[in-house]
């Protein structure tokens, strides 16, 4: 299993969890992202830039995803396509899609957008919070151990 973390919008303190995880599960940790990042030295973390342009990290995560692969994003279209790929998508508050609540996911998404692009003000989501940070590392870890006893 490798762990993709569409990485620029991913917050920091998601990633200190992803690079400990990592570390601990012996898992290849894969950033991907249109500007550098810091990432430890280690062999099992790796940085991939991409191009800028909307959906190019996207669509890198998605050409290389494989099934059972975790990708951890807050694009629905990107989880998505990481689902139909049988592969695990898991976003930095700690939820996860699924094939039962992706196409729920998608359709409130559109909503919102087409709202936004009416004009409507629709707020977007409240910033990150340890509470979230923590539900974000509890999800991680249970999956985590749930798939090493495969």
Do not use: W
């Amino acid at each position: 299993m490798k762990i993709y973390i569409d990485a620029d919008a991913c917050p920091q303190a998601v990633k200190q969890i992803l690079f400990k995880a990592a570390i601990r599960t012996n898992s290849q940790l894969i950033l991907v992202a249109n500007k550098p990042l810091f990432v430890p030295r280690n062999p099992l973390i790796k940085m991939v830039r991409v191009m800028s342009g909307a959906d190019i990290a996207d669509n890198y995560i998605a050409e290389h995803v494989e099934a059972n692969d975790l990708v951890i994003t807050a694009d629905i279209p990107l989880a998505d396509r990481v689902i139909e790929k049988h592969a695990v998508a898991l976003n930095p508050r700690g939820e996860f899609y699924t094939k039962e609540n992706i196409k729920e996911h998608l359709s409130s998404r559109n909503s919102m957008h087409d709202l936004r692009s009416c004009g409507v003000m629709t707020g977007g989501p409240k910033p990150l919070d340890q509470k979230d940070v923590r539900i974000f590392a509890n999800a991680l870890d249970r999956y985590l151990t749930k798939f090493a006893k495969r």
